[in-house]
């Protein structure tokens, strides 16, 4: 269905409200301004961004996690950027598989089933789109989806 990127923003950010425990974190999302409304499956897309949101705060003791939107080239880039402890270069091709979690050792304290990123991948992909990630050890990540700019079929 056609939906507005504001509104998607705005549920999120009341669905991880209850979740921000930590004073030392805030969770930012910048507004949207000026992007077309999005013809996507947005109960897809907010499960992906939930994933993201959700890491970002598990890995990323203080600092901020901006969520932002932008046009590019026929696609629409949802970013989720923390300021954690980031990923090591040899995980970065694993992560989006099945139980795959990073070796380190607040990961591993902190890791769940696994299955989260897994699941996104697979979303962003139904979406028409793809995940990607770009991350620094000790500096932080950026978990993006993109999801084609394009006008329904007729059908
Ligand atoms: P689940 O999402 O199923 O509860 P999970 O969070 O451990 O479990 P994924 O969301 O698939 O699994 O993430 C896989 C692994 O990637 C995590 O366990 C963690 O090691 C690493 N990871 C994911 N997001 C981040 C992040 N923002 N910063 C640092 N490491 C991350
Ligand atoms: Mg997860």
Known sequence: AWFDMVDL???LRGMFKPMLVNPEVVLVFEEPDGLPRLYADNQKLSQILRNFISNALKFTARGEVRVSARAED???????????????????????DDYS???SPVQKRLRGTGLGLALSR????????????????GEGSIFSVTVPLHFPSEN
């Open 122 to 137: 697979q979303l962003a992909g139904l979406l028409g789109g793809a995940v990607s990630l770009e991350s620094a050890l």
């Open 74 to 96: 026929g696609v629409v880039r949802f970013s989720v950027a923390d300021t954690g402890i980031g990923i090591a270069p040899e995980f970065h091709a694993a992560v989006f």
């Open 9 to 11: 923003f705005q549920a």
């Open 101 to 103: 979690q990073v070796n």
